[in-house]
């Protein structure tokens, strides 16, 4: 069964970090670009991030550039999204999910979509 899980998610003061993991099963991850998008209530799911198949090819939106760092293992057949200095905008249920078109920010693009984890960001 072909399956993604994301994991790391929580609550944090403005200015901290999470890590966000994305575990894929059933599938060799290595074979795909995984993107991260995010939807917060009453909003449009939007992009985040993708990391390409290509090493050292990866895409982010202007809005987490320079905050938010994608990376992979491929031995683990994980993808991570490492998140810092949070703000309270960045507060969304995160989602991944596997690239299948051609526009990293375009969620038509994708499937294999995870069922998603909160990122609260509050004092």
């Known amino acids: 069964q072909v399956q993604l899980v994301e994991s790391g998610g929580g609550l944090v003061q403005p200015g901290g970090s999470l890590k966000l993991s994305c575990a894929a099963s059933g599938f060799p991850l290595v074979n795909y670009a995984i993107g991260w998008f995010r939807q917060a209530p009453g909003k449009e799911r939007e992009g985040v991030s993708c990391?390409?198949?290509?090493?050292?090819?990866?895409y982010y939106a202007d809005s987490v550039r320079g905050r938010f760092t994608i990376s992979r293992d491929n031995a683990k057949n994980t993808v991570y999204l490492q998140m810092n200095d949070l703000e309270p905008e960045d507060s969304a249920v995160y989602y991944c999910?596997?690239?299948?078109?051609?526009?990293?920010?375009?969620?038509?693009?994708?499937?294999?979509w995870g069922q998603g984890t909160q990122v609260t960001v509050s004092s």
């Open positions: 999910a596997a690239l299948v078109g051609n526009n990293w920010y375009n969620e038509e693009d994708y499937d294999y």
């Open positions: 990391i390409m198949t290509v090493p050292g090819e990866s």
